[in-house]
Structure formats: structure tokens, C-alpha cells
């Protein structure tokens, strides 16, 4: 099973999985026309759809990719049910494609019906979790945003998280704004900093190295609370509000 993806819109990611067979599954499809092009060039044979929400900029292009290939699968959770879905999923369910078992888990918090995939060692993990950051909280639902970000974070540590946007250099610098003496930030910050410039994808990204990086998986330090000026006695789910509050209203904040 081989990894693929294409940048759309201004920082989206398209990820594709294919096989020796050249059979194809995409996830997230924002757009069609890019999307379609590559199938194209790459003579790969489309099987599935999967979709982890509802937001156009991850669905957009499904209605154009299955007029081209109407024997496409597409999976999604409840709320994506207008973009031609035929298999609603919400978490829990056990998918066989490209002879591979894939593992849809609930993780609700960005929008209500969230979904990812797991397909070891890939994780598609949509717009919950980012290298060096997460995905905005809709509404009040820090909880359960919190609770999806620690599911996520409990999977074996050389998953590969395949996000949904290129927002690891902003982040970063967020980051580096909250822990400034925090030397794996700043040397990793730098690392990505001329990725992108090169215009690198800086993922897929492992979990094990997100846990050292990425602060809204590390709510448990006291360092942290120390740094964000914040009572020894916050619980981690109030360290990651105030943290996601702070985020929101950083400089080049991100939509999504
Ligand atoms: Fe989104
Ligand atoms: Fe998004």
C-alpha cells in the first residue's frame, strides 16, 4: 500500500492510498479537477471515498469524481449524508478495502459527527488533530475534542498522522509564542520553516515525535501552565481550552 498526496485550495491535503493493483481509495476529496487528473496520470482504478466531515473544503469534489467513476464507494458520517454518501459511518466500524482493514473511530470535537480512519500505519485524522496543533472546537465541545485528541494519541507511536492542512509551520510558531525556551520546538521550527519554503509537505508526521511537539498533546506538564500563567491546579482538559482560546486569537490563526 503506498501514500500519496496533493496540495488544493490554499493548504489542503488530498491523501491517496493505492495498491500494486493500482486500486485507489482517496480521502477528503475538496476538489475534482486535480483529483481526477491524478487518477488519470497515475491509471489507478478508484474504489472508495472517504470522508471524515462535512466541511466543503473536504468534500466538494465528490459529486464530479463519481460521475467519472459511479462505481466508487463513499463512505461518511451522518452529516456528510448530502454528498452522495452510500455507506454512513460513525465510529466503531470495521472497513475491508484494498484488502486492508480499516478502522473508522469516532472523534467528534471540530465538527459533531467527525470520523477518522485508520489504516495502519496510516491515520487519517482530518481536521481533529495537525502536526504541532489541532483542528478549532465547534462551539463548546472542548470536551469531546479533548477526548478525540487523546483516542488518537494512544495509537502506537510510529502512526503516521495524515492531517488534512499544511498548518505545521503556524503552529509552530504559536508553539515556540507559549514555550519559547523549548528547544525541540524551536530546532524543529526551523526544519519546517525551510520544508516549506523548499514547498515540502511537512506530512505525514509520527506520533511519537507529535507528543514531543505539539503542546495541545502535552495539557499534562506543569511547564506549560507555568509558561501560559496558569493555577498548578487546572485540570488537563482547562489547560487545553485556555490553550485552544489563545490559539483562536493568534496572529495568522488558521480557519480550520
Ligand atoms: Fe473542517
Ligand atoms: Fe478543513
Known amino acids: 500500500m503506498i501514500l500519496e498526496n496533493i496540495s488544493i485550495l490554499s493548504d489542503n491535503y488530498v491523501w491517496f492510498l493505492y495498491d500494486t493493483n493500482n486500486f485507489c481509495i482517496i480521502i477528503d476529496p475538496g476538489l475534482s479537477e486535480p483529483i481526477i487528473e491524478k487518477i488519470k496520470k497515475k491509471k489507478w482504478n478508484p474504489v472508495a471515498i472517504l470522508l471524515t466531515h462535512s466541511h ?8 464530479e ?7 466508487v464507494t463513499i463512505f461518511g458520517p451522518k452529516e456528510t449524508r448530502k454528498n452522495s454518501v452510500n455507506r454512513i459511518v460513525s465510529g466503531g466500524e470495521k472497513l475491508f478495502l484494498l484488502n486492508k482493514t480499516v478502522y473508522v473511530l469516532p472523534t467528534p470535537g471540530h465538527t459533531l459527527g467527525h470520523v477518522s480512519y485508520y489504516m495502519k500505519p496510516y491515520f487519517f485524522c482530518g ?5 504541532g496543533g489541532c483542528g478549532r472546537v465547534y462551539k463548546e465541545r472542548y470536551l469531546e ?5 487523546k483516542l488518537i494519541s494512544s495509537f502506537p507511536d510510529n502512526t503516521m498522522l495524515c492531517c488534512s492542512h499544511e498548518y505545521t509551520l503556524s503552529n509552530l510558531s504559536f508553539a515556540k509564542f507559549i514555550l519559547p525556551e523549548d528547544n525541540m520546538i524551536k530546532i524543529y521550527y ?3 520553516k525551510k520544508l516549506r519554503y523548499l514547498n515540502k509537505s511537512s506530512l505525514p508526521c509520527y506520533i511519537f515525535f507529535e507528543k514531543k511537539i505539539n503542546l ?3 495539557t499534562d506538564e506543569k511547564i506549560l501552565k507555568k509558561f501560559m500563567g496558569l493555577k498548578n491546579s487546572l485540570t488537563d482538559l482547562e489547560v487545553f481550552i485556555q ?10 490563526a488558521k480557519r480550520d
Open 56 to 63: 466543503s473544503d473536504h468534500t466538494e469534489g465528490v459529486s
Open 65 to 71: 469524481i463519481i460521475q467519472n467513476y459511479p462505481s
Open 127 to 131: 481536521d481533529t488533530l495537525f502536526s
Open 145 to 149: 475534542m479533548y477526548n478525540s485528541i
Open 190 to 192: 526551523k526544519k519546517i
Open 216 to 218: 495541545f498533546l502535552r
Open 243 to 252: 490553550l485552544r482560546l489563545r490559539k483562536n486569537y493568534f496572529i495568522g
